[in-house]
């Protein structure tokens, strides 16, 4: 069964601050992807990244990276020298490519809060 | 390109009313999705279609919750009757396809039940 765990609940940093929000995950199958999802206060869910599980080279955008370890079975994100505008609810979800569906499971979410 | 777009943003009824939702998602999507968010939780999927059909409502309760897909475009979710823990946002995506496309999602309803 598919299931994705994310730990933190509420994080508040300072802003300029580094800061990685976790994500564990748990399939049974050899191919899936793994998402990135942000929701601002205006509620609407923004796609940020997707991996597959072939590709393990870590990726880069900006200020945002990620961190895909499959021998830890996680997908970790960090936002480098964070910005008030970072401030959302993260969401990290996983999709198996032969599930019934290729249904997206989302985790519960982090509350990420950069204080200025 | 516009976006997935939702209606009502905001809808407040009493338990055992009846109400729906609308999407229309972006123009070309064969796939569409409900997402029930309850607040402090992830979006989970109520149901996926796959241009007018139904690829999965394992987790819809079909005794109160309905949905459609007529020609494969626009989408309308039901709740009738509605009781106090469907209140949540009701969240419509839309993807190119359903092999693990990136979910574009409409701004949602938020359904408040009293």
């Known amino acids: 069964a598919q299931k994705v765990t994310q730990a933190q609940t509420e994080i508040s940093v300072v802003e300029k601050e580094d800061v990685t929000l976790d994500c564990v995950y748990e399939?049974?199958?050899?191919?899936?992807?793994l998402f990135w999802y942000k929701q601002p206060p205006s509620g609407e869910l923004v796609f940020l990244i997707r991996?597959?599980?072939?590709?393990?080279q870590n990726e880069i955008s900006g200020r945002y990276s990620w961190n895909f370890q499959k021998s830890t079975s996680s997908f970790n994100f960090t936002i480098t020298a964070s910005q008030v505008v970072d401030s959302a609810v993260y969401f990290c979800?996983?999709?198996?490519?032969?599930?019934?569906?290729?249904?997206?499971?989302f985790g519960s979410g982090t509350r990420l809060s950069i204080r200025p | 390109e516009a976006g997935v777009a939702q209606s009502p943003r905001y809808k407040i009824i009493e338990k055992r009313q009846s109400v729906a939702f609308w999407c229309n998602p972006i123009?070309?999507?064969?796939?569409l999705y409900w997402y029930q968010q309850i607040l402090g939780q992830g979006p989970k999927l109520l149901i996926q279609?796959?241009?007018?059909?139904?690829?999965?409502d394992s987790q819809l309760p079909k005794d109160r919750f309905s949905a459609e897909r007529l020609k494969g475009v626009d989408s309308t979710l039901k709740i009738q009757p509605a009781k106090l823990e469907d209140s949540a946002v009701y969240l419509c995506?839309?993807?190119?396809?359903?092999?693990?496309?990136?979910?574009?999602f409409g701004n949602g309803t938020r359904l408040t039940v009293t």
């Open positions: 995506a839309s993807s190119l396809d359903r092999f693990n496309s990136p979910l574009h």
């Open positions: 399939t049974r199958d050899t191919t899936y992807y």
């Open positions: 991996r597959n599980s072939f590709d393990e």
């Open positions: 979800a996983l999709s198996d490519l032969y599930s019934s569906a290729s249904k997206i499971i």
């Open positions: 123009s070309g999507h064969a796939t």
């Open positions: 279609f796959q241009n007018n059909g139904v690829v999965d």
